[in-house]
C-alpha cells in the first residue's frame, strides 16, 4: 500500500514537471531591432511564442506613443532530435511620434504575457529638409575621443525615389592609424522628414585611432543605381547611376590623461571582472584539480585590446593556464570584448591557501575617473586525499553508484521548485532504497606490487598515454614508497627529486594545461627506471632494505 501512494505521487510530481515545462516553453520574447531610435523613422519589435494563442494579441496600445505602419505573422516549425518544436512570430513595423523615454507594456498573448520593453527615441539627425532624392550622411556619436577609444560612425543612405542597388565605399583614414571595425549587417528602415518618406540604409562602423592629434575622416563616396522606368527592363536594374559624396569629418583624439596609473591603457564604457569555479570550492583535495575561470569583459574596447591576467604564485599549489578564449560581441552600439582565462589548480598538500587579489585597473568614459575591477582575495580550505588511483579519464563513464546521486539531484532541484518538503522525503526514501550501491572491494583500494605497477607505467610511456601514465605512475610510487606518503603526483614529484619531478610537471601540464603539445613518455619511464636502479644499488651497499626516500 506505501509503495503504490510513493507511485502515485511521484506520477504526480512528473506531471507537474510536465506543466510548469510547457509553461517556460510557452514565454513571450520581445526583440527590436535598433535601440535608440530616431522620432519618425520606422524600426521593428518582434514579438516570440512556442504556442500559438487561440486569438491574436492587442496591439493597439502601443498607438499611444508609436505609429504602426504594419504587422505580419509568421509560424515555423522544427525538429530538434526527434521532436517538433513550433514557434510564431509577430513582426510590427513601428515608427515613434516624439523624443523621450517609452515603455512598450506587457502585451497578453491568452494567459501568457510579454516582458515590457523601454525604448529610447532621439531627434533626427536632419536638421532641414534636404532639398535632393538621394542624401548621403557620414555621422560620429562625439567629436572628441581618448587615444584608442571607440568612436561609433554612421553612413546613412536616404532615397526618397526608387532605387536597385547601392554600394558604400570604403573609410580611408591616412594621417592617424586607425583600426575599423564593421558592426553587424547594414540595416534598412524608413524615415519621415517633413512631407516626406525616405528609405534608409544605414551601416556602421566602430573606430579606434591608436594615435592622438587630429583625426579626419575624408568624405565616402556611395553608388545608386536608380530604378529604370523602361518597358524593355523587366527587372528595372538597368536605370541610371549616380555618385554621391558624404561630408568630410574630424575628430579630436586625445592622449593618455595623466590621471590614469595602470600598466594598461583600457578606456572603456564599463569593465568587469568575473570568477567562476567547476566544481564545489568547499570541497577540494590534495591532488585533485578543480578548474577557475577569469573572464574580463569590457564595453568598448576589443578582445584584442585587453590584456593577459597576471596570476601570482601560490605557494603548495600549481597553476596550468589554458589558451586565452577572445571574443568580439558587435551590435549597434559598438563592440564589446571579452578574455577569458581559465586555470586549473591542483593543490599539493591539504591545509588553507590563499589566493591573492586580481585587479584590472581602467578608464571609466562615462565619468571620466580611473576605477579598478577586482576580484578579492579568496582563502581556500584542502582536505587531504585518499590514497587510491582515481580515475580522470572523461571517457570513462560514471559508475552505478555515481549515477543515481547526480539523478536525485537534479529531481530534488526540480521537486524543491514544486512540491512540499514532505512528499520530497518520500520520493527521496523510494529512490533510494530501490537501489543498492556497489562499494568498491578491498582490492580495488589497494595499491599493486612493484612489478604489476612497473609494466603499466611502461605500457602508458610506450603509448605516450597520459591518462594512463598518471594512475599508472602513482601507483608505481606508492609501490615504491609508503603508501601513506604518496597521496598525489605533487606529493610524489617531492619524493623523486627535481628531474623526475620535472617530468610529471609536464604531464601534468599534458593534463590540465590543455597547451596542445603532445605528451611524450620516454623521458619519464627512463628516469623511473634510472631511479629505481640507483635505489636498488643504494640497498645492496649498505645491506639493507630499498631506503624509498631519495632524500635519505
Known amino acids: 500500500m506505501v509503495s503504490q501512494l510513493l507511485k502515485i505521487r511521484v506520477v504526480i510530481i512528473l506531471l507537474w514537471i510536465l506543466v510548469g515545462s510547457q509553461e517556460a516553453m510557452a514565454e513571450v520574447r520581445v526583440d527590436i531591432d535598433r535601440n535608440p531610435v530616431q522620432v519618425n523613422e520606422s524600426f521593428q519589435l518582434v514579438f516570440s511564442a512556442d504556442q500559438s494563442p487561440d486569438r491574436d494579441p492587442d496591439f493597439s496600445i502601443l498607438q499611444q506613443h508609436f505609429l504602426i505602419l504594419g504587422s505580419t505573422r509568421s509560424n515555423s516549425i522544427s525538429i530538434i532530435n526527434g521532436e517538433y518544436q513550433r514557434s510564431v512570430k509577430w513582426t510590427l513595423k513601428l515608427m515613434a511620434k516624439r523624443v523621450g523615454e517609452f515603455m512598450v507594456p506587457a502585451i497578453r498573448f491568452d494567459q501568457y504575457r510579454s516582458k515590457p520593453l523601454q525604448i529610447t527615441v532621439q531627434p533626427s539627425r536632419i536638421a532641414s529638409v534636404p532639398n535632393n532624392q538621394l542624401v548621403l550622411e557620414l555621422l560620429v556619436d562625439k567629436p572628441v575621443a581618448y587615444v584608442q577609444s571607440q568612436l561609433i560612425l554612421t553612413l546613412r543612405l536616404l532615397s526618397a525615389t526608387n532605387i536597385s542597388a547601392y554600394e558604400f565605399g570604403d573609410i580611408k583614414i591616412e594621417d592617424v592609424d586607425t583600426v575599423v571595425e564593421s558592426l553587424g549587417d547594414e540595416l534598412q528602415y524608413q524615415t519621415r522628414i517633413g512631407d516626406k518618406t525616405y ?258 607505467l611502461g605500457r602508458a610511456c610506450d603509448a605516450d598515454d597520459a591518462v594512463a601514465a598518471r594512475q599508472a605512475l602513482l601507483a608505481w610510487g606508492r609501490a615504491m614508497f609508503a603508501p601513506g606518503e604518496v597521496g598525489n603526483l605533487i606529493q610524489l614529484a617531492n619524493l623523486l627529486g627535481s628531474e623526475l619531478g620535472g617530468e610529471i610537471e609536464k604531464l601534468n601540464q599534458s593534463l590540465y594545461a590543455e597547451a596542445g603539445t603532445p605528451w611524450r613518455g620516454r623521458d619519464l619511464w627512463s628516469l623511473c627506471q634510472q631511479f629505481e636502479i640507483a635505489n636498488a644499488s643504494t640497498s645492496q651497499a649498505s645491506g639493507s632494505l630499498l631506503p624509498l626516500n631519495p632524500g635519505t
Open 199 to 456: 528609405l534608409v540604409l544605414e551601416k556602421k562602423l566602430a573606430l579606434f585611432p591608436q594615435q592622438s592629434g587630429r583625426l579626419a575622416v575624408p568624405p565616402v563616396i556611395a553608388e545608386v543605381r536608380l530604378r529604370s522606368a523602361s518597358k524593355f527592363d523587366p527587372f528595372r536594374s538597368g536605370g541610371e547611376i549616380r555618385q554621391l559624396r558624404s561630408q568630410p569629418l574630424t575628430i579630436d583624439v586625445e592622449p593618455i590623461p595623466a590621471e590614469f596609473v595602470g600598466p594598461y591603457w583600457l578606456p572603456a564604457q564599463s569593465l568587469e571582472l568575473r570568477e567562476q569555479w567547476q566544481g564545489d570550492i568547499d570541497k577540494l583535495v590534495a591532488g585533485e584539480p578543480v578548474t577557475r575561470s577569469l573572464t574580463l569583459i569590457a564595453d568598448g574596447l576589443t578582445a584584442a585590446q585587453l590584456p593577459e591576467l597576471v596570476l601570482s604564485q601560490i605557494d603548495g599549489i600549481k597553476q596550468y593556464p589554458d589558451q586565452p578564449g577572445l571574443e568580439n560581441s558587435l551590435t549597434s552600439k559598438g563592440v564589446s570584448g571579452s578574455r577569458q582565462q581559465k586555470v586549473a589548480l591542483i593543490p599539493g598538500a591539504a591545509g588553507s591557501y590563499l589566493l591573492p587579489e586580481i585587479s584590472v585597473p581602467w578608464w571609466n568614459l562615462q565619468t571620466g575617473k580611473m576605477e579598478t575591477a577586482i576580484i578579492p582575495a579568496r582563502e581556500i580550505s584542502v582536505s587531504a586525499a585518499v590514497n587510491t588511483v582515481v580515475p580522470v579519464s572523461p571517457a570513462v563513464s560514471e559508475s552505478p553508484a555515481v549515477a543515481p546521486q547526480i539523478l536525485s539531484e537534479n529531481i530534488w532541484l526540480w521537486i524543491s521548485l514544486l512540491l512540499a518538503s514532505g512528499w520530497i522525503l518520500s520520493v527521496l526514501y523510494w529512490w533510494f532504497s530501490s537501489r543498492r550501491r556497489r562499494q568498491p572491494s578491498k582490492s580495488e583500494w589497494e595499491s599493486p606490487n612493484l612489478s604489476v605497477a612497473r609494466k603499466r
